[in-house]
């Protein structure tokens, strides 16, 4: 349970912001509009839930449409601790 609560060091959260630039340089989308994607997410799911609002990732990647070999669609992908799930 201490992991929850606990604070990235600055290495981790240099390296996870590269990770969100590597990413959204990849698929068109600025480091500004990940930003604003995360917080508006974050805001709307605090409405119902306590979340941890520092530790949350949030990726766009691109991957290939079921059925569809050379189509390559974006994916947003989430990972949003949630720290308690009555608000």
């Known amino acids: 349970m201490r992991h929850l609560f606990r604070r990235k060091r600055s290495k981790e959260v240099a390296k996870d912001r590269l990770k969100i630039l590597l990413i959204s340089d990849r698929v068109n989308c600025s480091q500004e509009m990940m930003e604003m994607i995360k917080a508006d997410i974050a805001k ?26 050379n189509i390559k669609n974006p994916t947003l992908y989430a990972n949003i601790p949630i720290l308690d799930l009555n608000k």
């Open 44 to 69: 709307v799911i605090s409405k119902y839930m306590k979340i941890d609002t520092g530790n949350m990732e949030i990726q766009i990647s691109k991957t290939g449409a079921k059925g569809e070999r």
